[in-house]
């Protein structure tokens, strides 16, 4: 394989998808000397055919805003790669949503699938609805309409899709009460990050979150460094950045930055479980603003606009909200401030540049498809207890949480540790999911 060939066709085939081609660079790149030790890969062509999706429905969204207007939006489904099982993934509904990234996510997705242990394929969705200053009730027609165009291309065998950016337990409900109207089918494994009365999983809300923590306690460890006591900046106040900052409290560390658009919120004394339950509230509102943060909490919170949460010294940064939200220069003023651990919790959160310079400089550093697989993880575990028609404890669900992404810690310590001991985790989580992946096509025939 040659990693700049392959990539300058795809640059040539899919220009300006940015995104997309920067996810695949970073995996190639990690790949390529195991990858040409099996020369079986090369005469199947994995890599050519792995770094292209299945298929990409694209359909249009009409619906009614509550002035009575009728409104268009573009939606999508990715169905990247079913080698290991059918295809799982989240949707996502932001403004800025293009097929070049959802195309990375479901790349990317393809594999953090394949560390979770679990049987299932790579996927994503989602549409450039702006749920931003929208309704319940818009927010609901939207769903609906959505789902009018998606439901015959999923199923709890075939493609289950869950949440994401800017589609949480409100919009999944929504989604599924249309698929059962249209379906006429009452399996709850269609979808997963449901409601705890109709199927969900106890402990899907904080999975990722969660997930990212016991990932990030395992790396400390491996390094013989203790996450008590240690101070946190993390990004975005959606479900993802709630879980991470309930468990890192739980652990013993003092998260003092919380990101949003408009600046950071600095919390001196560390965040409360009030804050935290208000973070639910901010994200609820579809306001956007973690300015709320300061408004609710005065003497506790400090809001700075125009600021991220990486202008706060701190010793670990969390990026949990979208992708490439962490920059070279984010990266210096986090080192010059005492950082030296960072772990994506968002995908694809850091730039390359940022990459790169943690990497150069002995800052800890590992990828969102490591860390952030505890979400997919029990997502995984939902449709295992949808298929069974059975629900488990917070103690069951939570032990296998903490067994997966142990698992997945070994797996990047296995494919990366480098000569000196130390441990490349974008190198090893990118080598551990491939060769799942890429045996499971060899094995299948060329299809």
């Given at each position: 394989?040659?990693?700049?060939?392959?990539?300058?066709?795809?640059?040539?085939?899919?220009?300006?998808?940015?995104?997309?081609?920067q996810a695949v660079q970073e995996v190639l790149e990690s790949v390529e000397e195991v990858?040409?030790?099996?020369?079986?890969?090369?005469?199947?062509?994995?890599?050519?055919?792995?770094?292209?999706?299945?298929?990409?429905?694209?359909?249009?969204?009409?619906?009614?805003?509550?002035?009575?207007?009728?409104?268009?939006?573009?939606?999508?489904?990715?169905?990247?790669?079913?080698?290991?099982?059918?295809?799982?993934?989240?949707?996502?509904?932001?403004?800025?949503?293009?097929?070049?990234?959802?195309?990375?996510?479901?790349?990317?997705?393809?594999?953090?699938?394949?560390?979770?242990?679990?049987?299932?394929?790579?996927?994503?969705?989602?549409?450039?609805?702006?749920?931003?200053?929208?309704?319940?009730?818009?927010?609901?027609?939207?769903?609906?309409?959505?789902?009018?165009?998606?439901?015959?291309?999923?199923?709890?065998?075939?493609?289950?899709?869950?949440?994401?950016?800017?589609?949480?337990?409100?919009?999944?409900?929504?989604?599924?009460?249309?698929?059962?109207?249209?379906?006429?089918?009452?399996?709850?494994?269609?979808?997963?990050?449901?409601?705890?009365?109709?199927?969900?999983?106890?402990?899907?809300?904080?999975?990722?979150?969660?997930?990212?923590?016991?990932?990030?306690?395992?790396?400390?460890?491996?390094?013989?460094?203790?996450?008590?006591?240690?101070?946190?900046?993390?990004?975005?106040?959606?479900?993802?950045?709630?879980?991470?900052?309930?468990?890192?409290?739980?652990?013993?560390?003092?998260?003092?930055?919380?990101?949003?658009?408009?600046?950071?919120?600095?919390?001196?004394?560390?965040?409360?479980?009030?804050?935290?339950?208000?973070?639910?509230?901010?994200?609820?509102?579809?306001?956007?603003?973690?300015?709320?943060?300061?408004?609710?909490?005065?003497?506790?919170?400090?809001?700075?606009?125009?600021?991220?949460?990486?202008?706060?010294?701190?010793?670990?940064?969390?990026?949990?909200?979208?992708?490439?939200?962490?920059?070279?220069?984010?990266?210096?003023?986090?080192?010059?401030?005492?950082?030296?651990?960072?772990?994506?919790?968002?995908?694809?959160g850091c730039q390359p540049g940022a990459i790169h310079y943690f990497q150069n400089n002995?800052?800890?550093?590992?990828?969102?498809?490591?860390?952030?697989?505890?979400?997919?993880?029990?997502?995984?575990?939902?449709?295992?207890?949808?298929?069974?028609?059975?629900?488990?404890?917070?103690?069951?669900?939570?032990?296998?949480?903490?067994?997966?992404?142990?698992?997945?810690?070994?797996?990047?310590?296995?494919?990366?540790?480098?000569?000196?001991?130390?441990?490349?985790?974008?190198?090893?989580?990118?080598?551990?999911?491939?060769?799942?992946?890429?045996?499971?096509?060899?094995?299948?025939?060329?299809?």
């Amino acid at each position: 394989m040659n990693t700049n060939e392959i990539l300058a066709k795809l640059r040539a085939k899919y220009p300006g998808e940015n995104e997309y081609l920067q996810a695949v660079q970073e995996v190639l790149e990690s790949v390529e000397e195991v990858y040409n030790q099996h020369p079986e890969f090369e005469k199947a062509k994995i890599v050519e055919r792995m770094v292209e999706p299945d298929r990409i429905f694209t359909f249009r969204v009409t619906w009614v805003d509550d002035q009575g207007q009728v409104q268009t939006n573009t939606g999508y489904r990715v169905q990247f790669n079913s080698a290991i099982g059918p295809y799982k993934g989240g949707l996502r509904f932001h403004k800025a949503v293009t097929p070049s990234m959802l195309k990375f996510l479901g790349f990317e997705q393809t594999f953090k699938n394949a560390l979770t242990t679990l049987p299932m394929g790579g996927a994503k969705g989602g549409s450039d609805f702006d749920p931003v200053g929208k309704s319940n009730d818009e927010i609901m027609r939207f769903c609906q309409a959505f789902m009018l165009e998606l439901w015959q291309c999923i199923g709890p065998d075939q493609d289950i899709p869950a949440g994401d950016v800017g589609v949480g337990g409100r919009e999944i409900g929504y989604l599924y009460g249309m698929y059962k109207k249209l379906a006429r089918q009452y399996n709850t494994g269609v979808l997963t990050g449901k409601g705890s009365t109709w199927g969900g999983s106890i402990l899907r809300p904080e999975a990722t979150g969660f997930g990212a923590l016991y990932f990030t306690q395992h790396l400390l460890e491996k390094a013989g460094k203790d996450i008590k006591g240690k101070k946190i900046a993390l990004s975005g106040f959606g479900n993802v950045a709630w879980g991470a900052a309930t468990k890192a409290t739980e652990l013993g560390a003092k998260v003092v930055a919380i990101s949003g658009p408009d600046g950071v919120c600095h919390i001196p004394g560390g965040i409360t479980k009030e804050m935290i339950d208000y973070m639910l509230v901010m994200r609820a509102s579809n306001r956007n603003k973690v300015e709320d943060m300061a408004v609710k909490f005065p003497g506790a919170c400090e809001f700075v606009a125009g600021k991220k949460a990486w202008s706060i010294p701190v010793d670990i940064a969390l990026p949990c909200a979208f992708q490439n939200e962490l920059s070279e220069d984010d990266a210096k003023e986090l080192a010059a401030n005492g950082c030296w651990c960072c772990c994506e919790v968002s995908n694809m959160g850091c730039q390359p540049g940022a990459i790169h310079y943690f990497q150069n400089n002995g800052i800890l550093f590992a990828p969102g498809k490591a860390v952030n697989a505890g979400g997919v993880a029990t997502s995984g575990l939902e449709m295992t207890q949808n298929a069974e028609h059975i629900s488990w404890d917070a103690k069951e669900v939570d032990d296998k949480l903490h067994f997966i992404m142990k698992s997945i810690h070994e797996q990047c310590v296995k494919f990366g540790t480098r000569a000196d001991g130390s441990v490349d985790y974008v190198k090893g989580a990118n080598i551990a999911g491939f060769m799942k992946v890429a045996t499971a096509m060899l094995e299948q025939g060329t299809v």
